[in-house]
């Protein structure tokens, strides 16, 4: 995760090649409850840092960074799809879902905006939005109440200045072994 990026922009090109790689994320039952709010412009950019400013006390280099998408999912789209004839079920009830795939198709639509910035040979950095400034955000940015953001991600060209990761960074890393279990769980 880049936390300090040159002022460079972007090419739009590169824009859109970052944004339409989240389309190809897979979704359950292809409900795609996602949307996703890209800040581009300068004063966009410096009203969203309004309401995510936390990030800026100890990393202030991400202000520098030309693209922020923030993203939003949609439990909606699952409840409505899963409610479906061709998906068995007659209602729209929570209570199927082991867990919250809304959110966690979002996030697997960002990680490949985040990949496709790395492929790119450019910085990214995802984070998440305090509790409190939700609602703010969301009144500022016009953000339907169906759209919950989840977080953000910045995009930029990584400064000269960013370091290599730490050592205790690469401590802290746990090994293969102790995340996978293969076969059963005390294997």
């Known amino acids: 995760m880049v936390r300090d990026y040159t002022p460079d922009p972007l090419s739009p090109s590169c ?21 996703f709010l890209a800040l581009s412009e300068p004063p966009d950019r410096a009203r969203f840092w309004e309401f995510a400013g936390t990030q800026l006390e100890h990393s202030p280099g ?4 030309p693209l922020i998408v923030v993203s939003l ?4 789209a699952y409840l409505d799809r899963y ?9 729209r009830a929570e209570s199927r879902w082991p867990a919250p795939y ?22 990214a950095c995802f984070f ?15 953000i339907p109440p169906a759209y ?11 400064a000269a200045s960013v370091p ?7 401590a802290r890393r746990r090994s293969i072994g102790d995340v996978i279990h293969r076969g059963s769980w005390d294997r």
């Open 15 to 35: 824009v859109e090649r970052v944004l339409e790689s989240a389309l190809r994320a897979p979704s359950a039952g292809f409900s795609q409850g996602w949307a």
């Open 62 to 65: 991400m202000r520098n960074a």
């Open 73 to 76: 999912s949609h439990k909606d």
């Open 83 to 91: 409610a479906e004839a061709d998906k068995g079920w007659a209602d």
């Open 102 to 123: 809304w959110d966690i198709d979002t996030g697997m639509a960002t990680l490949l905006m985040l990949l496709t910035a790395v492929d790119e040979g450019l910085g």
């Open 128 to 142: 998440g939005l305090m509790p409190d400034q939700l609602a703010p955000f969301r009144d500022a940015f016009g």
């Open 148 to 158: 919950l953001p989840i977080g953000a991600t910045t995009v930029g060209h990584r």
């Open 164 to 170: 290599p990761q730490s050592e205790r960074i690469a």
